[in-house]
């Protein structure tokens, strides 16, 4: 039997901030996570032959506007002046993203001023009108029109999906935002940059507390160990923030996921591309992008004649895949009221987090969300909380 106050299935945001808030306000913590390393799906490590930090489940950029959040993550790391841009390539051409009126401009070898970029792109999208849109690709047309559609729409969405975009429905879409003015600035928030000496650093802090313990390489559904589901259930107030329906054994059926494949490269050059990430727009190439680590951190020294590249390949999820992105169709938000229902037969464990409520969730929101929960949920289940809060 754990000998503690609260355990914590996953050391992602979700898992760390329940365990350090819990941690701080004087209760006993053991965190199991069944990876070999803590920190969930914003990990990273420094490649050994150039040092230079590799985010190992994807590119994690840190952006928001909440302050609440900005004061919490301060506590344990300082932030870089990192502003993320991102730029695409179509048919042997780099064009800036989101698109924008420079993305517009270059695209149609104009001048176009905000207003009349406006009205010519109101005009394309006239062919299809938006609440009629059957399928995806109608749905982008209707919103953009045909010509940017087919250039940056169109075969990236099929890569990302592995489908035909003519075969998936119009809701994946809401909406194409445009910018009309010159701004490339990826993330709108109030705060952004990277963590000054890495995510790994930043995370083994927020677990650095006498009250916490963290087991690696413990799965709560392996029954051999004393923190698993059939030890502790019942006994024990638990925070899950594994997937929701592996927790029910699948009862209610598979929420499905995509997952991405990387394939990361140490290169003899310099600069490989010169900036962090770039899209690739058309079907020529099967990845969706190309990240370039070191020039996440300018600041940072990193060798002159070598970089680290990583290729990103999207499709679903099956079997032992890491689950990335809610596929979210009405089958799975009909099995998700299902696993639900049956998280309210369950009133010792607490389920957050992007796995536990099958949400995409950013860093930020993941962190808010748990801050939340701990103000709000936690008490009921651990009441030496109440006096303290
Ligand atoms: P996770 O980090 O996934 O942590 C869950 C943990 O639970 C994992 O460590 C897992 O091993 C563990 N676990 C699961 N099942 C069990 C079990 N049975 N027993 C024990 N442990 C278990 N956010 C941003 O803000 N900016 C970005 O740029 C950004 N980029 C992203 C790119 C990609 C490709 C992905 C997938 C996500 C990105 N995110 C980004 C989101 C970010 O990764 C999440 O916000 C964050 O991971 C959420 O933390 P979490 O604790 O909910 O989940
Ligand atoms: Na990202």
Redesign the pocket.
Known sequence: MVNADLLI????????TIAERAAEHGQKVVV????SH??????SEFEPETGIEV?R???????TSNERVWEYVNRFTAFTSYVHRVYTVHKGEVYPLPINLGTVNQFFRSAHSPDQARALLAEQAGEFESGSASNLEEKGISLIGRPLYEAFIRDYTAKQWQTSPTELPPEIISRLPVRYTYDNRYFNDTHEGLPVDGYTAWLERMADHPNIEVRLD????DDSHDASKAATLGKLPIVY???VD?YFDYSEGHLSWRT?DFEEEVLPVGDFQGTSVMNYADSDAAYTRIHEFKHFHPERDSPKDKTVVMR?FSRFAEGDD?P??PVNTPEDREMLLAYRQRIEGEPQVLF?????TYQ???????IGS?LSMFDNQLPELIPALNDVT
């Not at 299935?9 to 760390?16: I, N």
């Not at 995409?360 to 993941?366: K, P, Q, T």
């Open positions: 299935v996953g050391s992602g945001f979700f898992g760390l199991i996570d069944r990876r803590l920190g969930g799906n914003a990990y985010h489940y994807g590119a994690h950029l840190f952006h413990t799965d709560f559904f923030t594994g997937p592996r991405l990103e890491e990335y992105y957050g987090g992007r796995l536990g995409y969730l950013d860093m930020h929101m993941a748990a």
